[in-house]
């Protein structure tokens, strides 16, 4: 018989093993045990991972009661939790913004994975999983927005241009969402072709479910290299989509000359071989010598959320 699991705590420690998992991991332009950038290193990453549990547990559990009908889809929250993990997330580390993105990915995912079934082994089936996601990044309200605006207020990210429609850098957009009644949902439709945090939600997470998992899982089978498998998902992830981050921060044709050294990296065979070990390695040198313009942040985002399925499908390292 399997014994009994506390839900909600199970599904927020499966999203921090994600968070560890991805920083623990070499990949490219981004922080990790061995490199950081300044004022920003892996320790940060780790109270943040750290920080933001609580908040994972408090929506797993909004989201039994919303399967067990005591709670509105629409009253989930989901802009308050991410508010209150960027706050937490300050108080434990002064590293700066760490987790916005993945934060902005995950709580989601922690709503609906409440409100889904466990199987043998605990284990989340991916296509309920990904059902019920739609289902609470749809239903969110012009509360959500106003509340992931403060939440981008108080983390403080990098690469934030100005918007002719409901800026977040605009104090007014806020009383704009209220008085028209704006849901976060529609705020990220207009974020889409800009940023790939946005894209994922509107477009039920299709990069982290239909491309970067079904490929960190084949490779995970085929190799038997954790390491392996997250630095070339990053990879191919970064190759088939320039980082939205990197083309905010310095222009998209900057971005796309990226991705050309990502599938050049893994065109070459990647950490298999000695050439494309190289072009990893140069790789890591460009994005790290531009003031921290390169970092491909949004793309380790999305890997961060690709671990997060694998670890409520039942993966352990």
Same mark, same amino acid.
């Given at each position: 018989m399997m014994p009994t699991i506390d839900k909600a705590k199970y599904t927020s420690q499966c999203l921090q093993l994600a968070i560890l998992l991805e920083v623990s991991?070499?990949?490219?332009?981004?922080?990790?045990?061995?490199?950081?950038?300044?004022?920003?290193?892996?320790?940060? @990453?780790?109270?943040?991972?750290?920080?933001?549990?609580?908040? @994972?547990?408090?929506?797993?559990?909004?989201?039994?009661?919303?399967?067990?009908?005591?709670?509105?889809?629409?009253?989930?929250?989901?802009?308050?939790?991410?508010?209150?993990?960027?706050?937490?997330?300050?108080?434990?580390?002064?590293?700066?913004?760490?987790?916005?993105?993945?934060?902005?990915?995950?709580?989601?995912i922690a709503v609906a994975a409440g409100m889904s079934n466990t199987k043998k082994g605990?284990?989340?089936?991916?296509?309920?999983?990904?059902?019920?996601?739609?289902?609470?990044?749809?239903?969110?309200?012009?509360?959500?927005?106003?509340?992931?605006?403060?939440?981008? +207020?108080?983390?403080?990210?990098?690469?934030?241009?100005?918007?002719t429609?409901? +800026?977040?850098?605009?104090?007014?957009?806020?009383?704009?969402?209220?008085?028209?009644?704006?849901?976060? @949902?529609?705020?990220?439709?207009?974020?889409?072709?800009?940023?790939d945090i946005c894209f994922e939600w509107v477009n039920n997470y299709s990069i982290t479910f239909t491309e970067a998992f079904p490929y960190l899982m084949q490779v995970l089978k085929t190799k038997g290299d954790l390491n392996q498998a997250i630095v070339h998902t990053f990879l191919k992830v970064l190759a088939d989509h320039p980082d939205t981050l990197i083309a905010r921060k310095v222009g998209k044709q900057k971005a796309q000359e990226i991705s050309q050294d990502a599938q050049k990296a893994l065109k070459h065979g990647g950490l298999e071989t000695p050439a494309g070990r190289k072009a990893i390695n140069a790789l890591d040198h460009k994005l790290r010598s531009a003031d921290n313009r390169l970092n491909p942040g949004t793309t380790a985002d999305i890997i961060a959320a690709t671990l997060a399925l694998c670890t409520l499908n039942g993966f352990r390292p």
């Open positions: 991991t070499n990949k490219p332009g981004n922080v990790n045990f061995n490199l950081g950038f300044e004022g920003t290193r892996a320790e940060h @990453f780790l109270a943040s991972a750290v920080a933001v549990t609580p908040s @994972f547990e408090e929506g797993t559990k909004r989201g039994i009661r919303i399967a067990n009908k005591k709670l509105s889809v629409s009253k989930a929250g989901i802009g308050e939790i991410i508010k209150v993990c960027v706050t937490d997330i300050n108080t434990w580390q002064n590293g700066g913004n760490t987790l916005l993105g993945t934060v902005m990915l995950f709580v989601p605990h284990t989340f089936d991916i296509v309920e999983l990904r059902r019920n996601l739609k289902t609470v990044v749809e239903a969110t309200t012009s509360q959500d927005a106003v509340d992931l605006y403060e939440a981008v +207020d108080i983390a403080k990210p990098g690469g934030l241009n100005t918007s429609e409901l +800026d977040v850098n605009d104090p007014k957009s806020k009383q704009q969402l209220l008085k028209e009644d704006i849901p976060l @949902f529609k705020v990220f439709q207009i974020g889409a072709p800009y940023d």
